[in-house]
């Protein structure tokens, strides 16, 4: 388990788990009500990051957290009415401005996937940790604090699971899905993590 260590002058050398329970230390924990258990002895090996905006293309308001709260008013927006009766989390969710919140346990299944394969296995979420970024695969920008929280997050997963790959939803769900998209800068992701070409999608 990663820890974080502290002393304050004239108090004992204390440690501070990073993770716990599958919960992350530094994200907002938001506990939503859509997710199971992993098959058992299941190995996590991939992070899946996606892109979502509600509505498309607004960004900096509360719908996504709605959404996978399953609050989400489906009155408020035409484009929510296609959305009655879906039922999607993810693990985690990096705002425009870099605000970290976890939805879901790492320990348990998340369903941001959907039907999907990643070499050869079907069912990713049984698998895998999904990371959302409030963007848009046709808009194609993310910003800069977003791939800060990002990194950091990963790096902070590699050490505590058994990561070897990070894909996007376009990789293991094509022709159905196209996010994170085009603009999403996987090389720059790569060197922010320090990690070898086999950990990422040949882009």
């Given amino acids: 388990m990663q820890v974080l260590a502290s002393k304050h002058p004239g108090s004992p050398l204390q440690t501070r788990p990073v993770w716990s329970g599958g919960w992350y230390k530094f994200a907002h924990h938001s506990p939503s009500p859509n997710f199971g258990p992993r098959p058992p002895a299941g190995t996590i090996s991939l992070v899946v990051v996606h892109s979502i905006s509600l509505p498309p293309n607004q960004y900096g308001g509360h719908q996504i957290e709605e959404f996978f709260h399953n609050t989400l008013d489906h009155n408020a927006h035409p484009y929510f009415k ?105 090389k720059l992701f790569q060197r922010s993590l320090g990690l070898a070409d086999s950990f990422f999608p040949s882009t």
């Fill in 82 to 186: 296609g959305l009655e009766g879906v039922k999607v989390s993810s693990h985690f969710l990096i705002k425009r401005h870099g605000e970290l919140i976890q939805f879901v346990s790492c320990l348990d299944r998340a369903w941001h996937a959907g039907e999907s394969s990643f070499k050869g296995r079907s069912n990713c979420n049984d698998y895998s940790i999904g990371i959302e970024l409030e963007g848009a695969e046709y808009d194609g920008t993310f910003e800069a604090i977003q791939y800060e929280a990002l990194s950091s997050l990963c790096s902070s997963l590699v050490g505590e699971f058994n990561i070897t790959n990070f894909a996007g939803h376009e990789h293991i769900a094509p022709g159905r899905k196209k996010d994170p998209g085009a603009g999403f800068a996987w």
